[in-house]
């Protein structure tokens, strides 16, 4: 019933800019807190940015916090992900999440999208 359909991902080179979109349907869209994860081989799922209902409040994981900017509009049901300056440490598949209010915590959201993979080469 609830969708989050995610776009945007792929190839780019080290220091270049990439775009995720993630399209929501089958909720109140703002009710919801969207956040991004993402997750590299082997690795835990990590909080990488967060954004409130209305969008008054957002944040970041101090990995990313001037690079990578978290959006939304709520009009068309969308949240995106600006992703500048790509670093190799990137690399991993993101996922748009999500939930009831803006936290860091995986387990916190209810809804996921189907990730999508973005790689940085050097």
């Known amino acids: 019933q609830v969708q989050l359909v995610q776009s945007g991902g792929g190839l780019v080179q080290a220091g270049g800019s990439l775009r995720l979109s993630c399209a929501a349907s089958g909720l109140i869209f703002n009710r919801h807190a969207m956040g991004w994860f993402r997750q590299a081989p082997g690795q835990d799922r990590e909080f990488v940015a967060g954004?409130?209902?209305?969008?008054?409040?957002?944040k970041y994981a101090d990995s990313v916090k001037g690079r990578f900017t978290i959006s939304r509009d709520n009009a068309k049901n969308m949240v995106y992900l600006e992703m500048n300056s790509l670093k190799s440490e990137d690399t991993a598949v993101y996922y748009c999440a999500g939930g009831d209010v803006m936290v860091t915590t995986t387990y916190s959201y209810d809804y996921w999208g189907q990730g999508t993979q973005v790689t940085v080469s050097s």
């Open positions: 954004i409130s209902w209305t969008g008054g409040n957002t």
